[in-house]
Nanobody
Framework: VQLQAYGGGLVQAGGSLRLSCAPS????????MGWFRQAPGKERDFVAM????????YYSDSVKGRFTMSRDNAKRTVHLQMSSLQPEDTAVYYC??????????????????WGQGTQVTVSS
């Protein structure tokens, strides 16, 4: 299984970016897909998760109302639409995948597969 994450970049505060993640090498209908982020010197934190089967999405408190995670079944891709970005959102964003029942969705240890990370930088 491979996860390819893309879409990061540099944006001004208040702007928007969309990240995408395309998993390959397996069947993902019983998986959940997550986004995590890691700022320099900090731990990797949960951002959002979506269940591939029904599209149910969950978010961290810090991004709720600003970020939206979705899935495109036809393209087998998940997206993270980020709006109202702030400098504190600056981090490397990682896409991750796990079977839907693999422990708590907000813990990094619950995810089996990880993408390479994509940098998001928000300037003030």
């Amino acid at each position: 299984v491979q996860l390819q994450a893309y879409g990061g970049g540099l944006v001004q505060a208040g702007g928007s970016l969309r990240l995408s993640c395309a998993p390959s090498g397996g069947t993902f209908s019983n998986y959940r897909m997550g986004w995590f982020r890691q700022a320099p010197g900090k731990e990797r934190d949960f951002v959002a998760m979506i269940r591939w089967s029904d599209g149910s999405a969950y978010y961290s408190d810090s991004v709720k109302g600003r970020f939206t995670m979705s899935r495109d079944n036809a393209k087998r891709t998940v997206h993270l639409q980020m709006s109202s970005l702030q400098p504190e959102d600056t981090a490397v964003y990682y896409c991750a995948a796990a079977r839907w029942n693999s422990g708590s969705y907000y813990h990094t240890r619950s995810y089996t597969y990880w993408g390479q990370g994509t940098q998001v930088t928000v300037s003030s």
